[in-house]
């Protein structure tokens, strides 16, 4: 299959590690900051074969995983009200909040929806007319510009019964935060490949500049994950910080500036909090004034509630690369993909459900 | 039957089932055990011992490009029995009908799995039909129990697996799988997409004829997949799987669409394949006599048992990294059979 196939070939592959091998000439922390990274690099076997000395960490890439307790229970609550329809992307279906999940209500009555994309939303909306549909937005820079694109068409079609209860939340400034922090002593960034598609590889300039971090774009499979680790290995083995993209077939400097306009014409920043990272100034997105019509929040008069993160779970010290799944004591015992307790076990894309999925040590 | 529907009547056991039964069932699924409509079907004795399996089917769409309800119904049941090394004798049809369905999908799907009975050799000898009030079903589901016989001395089962025994696959997984899951999400691929639903028991009769005594396991990876039901053999025979990913079969336009979706086709149902554990010394005989039938045409031996890692999956990835295989979990997975 054209555009795969290249990318998976056993022999380039390893030829790949062997020269990865050479180039590891000192002990250095990568993270891999997308959960869609994580995934792909366990599923290839990556991880099975890294050298001595380089040490691969998982970060807050997952956007399920970072969605706080809060904002769990707030969707919650907003599929139980009467005639209110939630539409979510499969991922957020069983994730817990403090008080049971969206399968739970699903299964009380309330009327929960997956669907594939925002646009299938809003035709959910308009086979629905005695229903608020409210789509949970939840995702990275990724996911928003089909948000925005389904706002505005849902403003075209007149469709008044759609609404977006707003949640996404942007990778710059949680960069920041871990990068600030004493505890996570990183190297490089393997930085995450669709998200760069949106903001574009130059947005880690100020990252390397100001923190002295090897930043490397990548691709998801194979030889786009190897290459680009060898190109961060030679970076920090000659002290350097820079930018580089492996993944120029899909990302440019720029970005895509058209998906950029259409996220800023509907949304402006605000604060938001993180599971795990707490809350961090100007890393979410709300709906603008001008299109308050399709925002649910101001729609149902949401008030987010306090929640209590689960006892014991780690997934806080998880996403930010400060402890690897296996020193939660709740991993693979009472925490599994079939009774997750935290985020990161549920979300596919979560550090502990790749753990507890390919991990050869479990 | 144009524009008619399923109406309560029809399943009232009145004028109306008994118009339904005639007109319908006893037109298309005809035989002597069947066409006496008694309260039960009264069969020979085979020699032997017996298998018996019951299985149901929900699946929506109840038409897909490749198949039907009906016919996931009869090859299903065919190849539960197929797997335990028994000869398929006769099935049940049980159906729960929801009002309103159209007359014309009914007999569709009654045509459908008439042409499965003659094809595979196994009639339907007894049946029922019910009728559930509007918005209480959707649309049909079917219950297809069976019955099969064996052979003296056949003894197939997961448990039997031993160390270096050699796993084959019938041939490309996911098959079924992505296409009722590209056809819920409204996704037309390129490429042809198609159910692989089919009935494995003549395959099975030539793979037990051809190594006598090599067959330790057969299964079908229906839900869950081949990953999910390598797990089971791995834990029932307290032994390990190794698997090699290039040796997966997996055909072009389906693996573009899991990378669409973001699927393993590892993960994705089967309604046509099966999954045999074999001796090693037999394995090559095993892929011979699989290669030369139309429904093993594209089998491969994709890994092997071994000791020491008791109930665990691995597989080497093409750059020789390895990883852990392990079951489906608990997904929201529409209802694909």
């Known amino acids: 299959m054209k555009y795969y196939d290249e990318y998976r070939d056993g ?38 074969i890294l050298p001595d000395g380089l040490e691969l960490i998982s970060g807050p890439g997952c956007p399920v995983c970072v969605t706080s307790a809060s904002h769990m229970d707030a969707f919650i609550a907003m599929a139980d009200r009467p005639g209110v329809r939630v539409a979510i992307f499969g991922d957020l279906f069983r994730v817990p909040g403090s008080r049971g999940s969206l399968a739970n209500a699903s299964s009380r009555g309330a009327k929960v929806d997956i669907v594939y994309s925002p646009i299938d939303a809003l035709d959910l909306a308009a086979r629905h007319p005695q229903d608020l549909v409210v789509f949970l937005g939840v995702g990275f820079e990724t996911t928003t510009p089909t948000i925005a694109a389904t706002i505005l068409a849902a403003r075209n079609r007149n469709i008044s019964n759609f609404a977006v209860f707003a949640t996404q939340k942007t990778v710059p400034p949680a960069l920041t935060v871990l990068l600030e922090d004493p505890e996570l002593q990183l190297n490089g960034l393997l930085c995450p490949g669709h998200v760069s598609a949106i903001i574009g590889a130059g947005a880690y300039i100020p990252f390397a500049e100001k923190y002295h971090i090897a930043c490397v774009v990548a691709g998801f499979e194979t030889t786009d994950l190897l290459t680009s680790l060898i190109m961060l290995a030679q970076q920090i083995g000659a002290g350097e910080a820079r930018v580089e993209n492996a993944y ?25 909090q993180w599971r795990g990272l707490g809350l961090i100034p100007g890393s979410g997105l709300k709906i603008r004034e001008k299109y308050r019509d399709f925002d649910a929040e101001v729609r149902l008069h949401v008030t987010l509630p306090p929640a209590d993160e689960p006892k014991g779970c780690r997934c806080g010290d998880i996403l930010k690369g400060i402890s690897n799944p296996r020193q939660c004591p709740l991993f693979g015992n009472r925490c599994t993909p079939a009774s997750p307790v935290g985020p990161c076990m549920v979300s596919s894309e979560g550090t502990c459900a790749a753990f507890h999925k390919y991990g050869l040590e479990v | 039957m144009a524009d008619k529907c399923i109406l309560l009547d029809h399943g009232s056991g009145g004028l109306a089932s008994q118009e339904l039964i005639s007109s319908l069932f006893v037109k298309h699924l005809d035989n002597p055990t069947l066409r006496g409509l008694e309260d039960s079907a009264v069969l020979e004795r085979p020699a032997g011992r017996l298998a018996f399996t019951t299985d149901s089917y929900v699946v929506d769409p109840i038409f897909f490009p490749g198949g039907d309800i009906g016919m996931l119904a009869v090859h299903g049941t065919i190849n539960d029995l197929a797997m335990r090394g028994a000869q398929p004798l006769c099935l049940s049809l049980g159906l729960i009908l929801e009002e309103g369905m159209a007359l014309d999908d009914l007999e569709r799907i009654v045509v459908s799995i008439a042409a499965c009975c003659r094809d595979s050799g196994v009639p339907v000898v007894t049946g029922d039909t019910k009728v559930v009030p509007r918005g209480k079903g959707d649309k049909i589901f079917i219950n297809t129990s069976g019955i099969g016989v064996l052979a003296d001395g056949i003894d197939i089962s997961s448990k039997n697996a031993r160390e270096g025994d050699v796993i084959l696959l019938s041939g490309t997984m996911g098959d079924h799988g992505i296409t009722i899951m590209t056809r819920r999400a409204g996704i037309s691929m390129q490429g042809r997409l198609e159910s692989d639903t089919r009935p494995l028991h003549r395959l099975v009769q030539r793979l037990l004829e051809g190594l006598p005594g090599g067959v330790r396991t057969l299964r079908d990876p229906t839900r869950g997949g081949v990953a999910t039901t390598l797990n089971e053999i791995a834990a029932n025979s307290g032994l390990g799987v190794e698997l090699r990913e290039e040796f997966l079969p997996v055909r072009p ?3 573009a669409a899991c990378e669409l979706l973001g699927l393993e086709p590892l993960y994705l149902a089967n309604e046509g394949k099966l999954l045999a554990v074999v001796s090693a010394d037999q394995a090559e005989t095993a892929l011979r006599i699989m290669r030369e039938t139309d429904e093993g045409a594209e089998a491969a031996i994709i890994g092997r048992m071994v000791g020491g890692k008791a109930g665990r999956v691995v597989i080497t990835t093409p750059l020789g990294g390895m990883r852990m295989v392990t079951p489906l979990h608990g997904e929201p997975l529409p209802r694909i059979c």
């Open chain 1, 11 to 48: 022999a380039s592959a390893r030829a790949l590690v062997a020269e990865l091998r050479k180039v590891v000439t000192r002990p250095m922390r990568i993270m891999e900051v997308c959960g869609s990274h994580t995934m792909a690099i366990f599923r290839n076997g990556i991880r099975s």
């Open chain 1, 248 to 272: 120029a077939r899909a990302v440019s400097w720029e970005g895509n500036t058209r998906a950029q306009q259409m996220v800023a014409e509907i949304f402006e920043p605000c604060d938001t």
């Open chain 2, 253 to 255: 336009q389906v693996r």
